[in-house]
């Protein structure tokens, strides 16, 4: 029950993340995005939507 109950929780938060994340112009990946689920989830679903998608380590360099 209790590995039933985690995986509840993810797929809530995962729902709440993309909420959130419809809202917005574009997404920024963090190094080792890859390693995620959630981020790889996030990432498909901007993809999908038409989202700018920037990596941290280009989107820096682009603001600075």
């Known amino acids: ?3 039933q109950l985690r995986h509840a929780g ?3 938060s ?3 993340a993309l909420e959130v994340l419809s809202r ?7 190094p080792g ?3 995620s689920g959630g ?3 996030e990432k498909a679903f901007a993809m999908r939507e038409g989202m700018e ?3 941290l380590e280009s989107f820096l360099q682009d603001e600075c």
């Not at 917005?24 to 963090?30: A, M, N, R, S």
Request: aromatic share 12%; proline share 0%.
């Open 24 to 30: 917005c112009d574009g997404i920024i990946l963090y």
């Open 1 to 3: 029950l209790t590995g």
């Open 53 to 55: 998608i920037y990596n």
């Open 14 to 16: 995962l729902a709440l």
């Open 39 to 41: 981020c790889r989830a």
């Open 33 to 35: 995005w890859e390693e």
């Open 10 to 12: 993810h797929g809530l």
